[in-house]
C-alpha cells in the first residue's frame, strides 16, 4: 500500500477509535451524575431548581471530555496536518 | 461539506477576505446593537411600559439575577463583560436554526476570540481590584513550585474554552446535516431541537464559567486555596 492509503486509513481508524473510546467515559460520568441528581431531587424538591442548574453546567462541562475526542476526530479526517508531509513530500 | 464557515469566503482582495464568520458575526452584531437602540431609544418608567422594553427589562434582570447567584453579590461590576459575552453567544446559537445562517460560534477562530477576551479579562479584574502586586502573588502561592502550574491551568482553560464552545456548536450543526443525508423526514427536527437546547446551555457555561474564573481572580487571600480546584 501506498503512502497516501496508508495516512488516509489510519486516520480513519483512528477517528472512530478516538470518538468510540473517548465517549465511554463521560457517558459513565453523566449518567452517575444523572443518577445522584435524581436522587437528590428525590430527596429535597424544593431544591430542584438550583440542582438542575448545576446539573446541566456540570454535564456540559463533563461532556467537554468527548468533545475534544470529536475535534481530534474532525481534526484527523477533515484537517490532517500528515496529509501535506504526505503529498507535499 | 463544509465544517467551518470560514470555509465559506465571500469577497476576496489580497491579504483581505470576507468568510462566513465574519459575515455573520456583523449581523449577529448589528442585530443586537440595532435591536437594543431601537428599544432604548423611548424608555418610560410610567405603570404602561412598551412591550420590547419588557422584553429587555426582564433579560437584564435575569442576567444581574443569575451573576448575583454565581458571584455573591455586586452584578454591575461583571454585567457588561459577562452579559455581552451571554447574549452574542446565546444570540449566534440560536440563529443558528434559521436556514441559511451559519452560527459564527461554530467556527474556531470566533471561540478562540471569545476566549482570549475571557484570558486578557481576568488578570485585568484582578488587578483593578487587588492591584498588581498581590495578584501577581497569587501565582507563587502557596510554594513558588506551583508558578507552572498555575500558568499551565490558566492556558488549558482558555483552550478548553475555546474548544467546547467549537465542538458543541460543530457537532450539533454537523450531525444535521449527516442526518438530512440518511433520515431526512423526521429526526432532522428534533436533533435540531436539541441543537437550540445545547446553544442555549453553552452560552450559559461559557458566561458561568468567565464569570468564575474573574472572581476567583479577585477573591481575597483566605480562600486561595480553593482557587486551584476551581481552576480547571
Redesign the interface.
Known amino acids: 500500500m501506498d503512502t497516501v492509503g496508508l495516512v488516509a486509513m489510519a486516520s480513519i481508524i483512528i477517528s472512530g477509535l478516538t470518538i468510540a473510546i473517548g465517549s465511554i467515559g463521560p457517558a459513565l460520568g453523566e449518567g452517575r451524575a444523572l443518577a445522584q441528581a435524581l436522587n437528590a431531587m428525590a430527596q429535597q424538591p424544593d431544591e430542584a431548581n438550583t440542582i438542575t442548574r448545576t446539573l ?2 456540570g454535564l ?2 463533563v ?2 471530555t468527548a ?2 475526542c ?2 481530534i476526530s ?1 481534526i484527523l479526517i ?2 490532517n496536518p500528515f496529509w501535506n508531509y504526505v503529498i507535499g513530500g | 461539506m463544509e ?1 467551518t464557515p470560514d470555509q465559506i469566503v465571500y469577497w476576496e482582495w489580497g491579504v483581505v477576505t470576507l468568510n462566513a464568520t465574519l459575515v455573520f458575526s456583523w449581523v449577529v452584531m448589528g442585530l443586537l446593537a440595532v435591536g437594543s437602540r431601537l428599544v432604548t431609544r423611548n424608555l418610560t418608567s410610567g405603570p404602561e411600559i412598551p412591550r420590547w422594553q419588557n422584553v429587555l427589562e426582564l433579560i437584564v434582570s435575569r442576567i444581574r439575577d443569575q451573576i448575583a447567584e454565581a458571584s455573591g453579590g455586586r452584578p454591575d461590576r461583571y454585567l457588561p463583560f459577562v452579559g455581552t459575552l451571554f447574549l452574542f453567544i446565546v444570540t449566534c446559537n440560536v440563529l443558528d436554526a434559521v436556514p441559511g445562517f451559519k452560527a459564527p460560534t461554530a467556527s474556531l477562530t470566533t471561540t478562540a476570540a471569545l476566549a482570549t477576551c475571557v484570558f486578557v479579562a481576568v488578570p485585568v479584574f484582578g488587578i483593578a481590584r487587588r492591584g498588581l502586586g498581590d495578584y501577581l502573588r497569587q501565582y507563587v502561592r502557596p510554594a513558588p513550585l506551583m508558578l507552572p502550574f498555575h500558568v499551565i491551568g490558566e492556558l488549558s482553560r482558555t483552550l ?1 474554552l475555546a ?2 464552545l ?3 456548536i ?2 450539533g450543526s ?1 450531525i444535521v446535516a449527516i442526518v438530512l443525508s440518511i433520515a431526512p423526514l423526521f429526526f432532522p427536527v428534533v436533533m435540531q431541537a436539541l441543537g437550540l437546547l445545547i446553544g442555549v ?2 452560552a ?2 461559557f458566561a ?1 464559567l468567565a464569570l468564575v474564573y474573574i472572581a476567583s481572580a479577585e477573591r481575597a487571600h483566605q480562600q486561595e486555596t480553593t482557587d486551584s480546584a476551581s481552576a480547571t
Request: proline share 0%; aromatic share 22%; charged share 5%.
Open positions: 446541566f453546567v456540559a462541562m461532556e467537554s468533545i475534544y470529536f475535534v474532525l477533515f484537517a | 465544517i478548553a474548544v467546547r467549537f465542538g458543541n460543530t457537532s454537523l446551555i453553552q450559559y457555561v458561568i
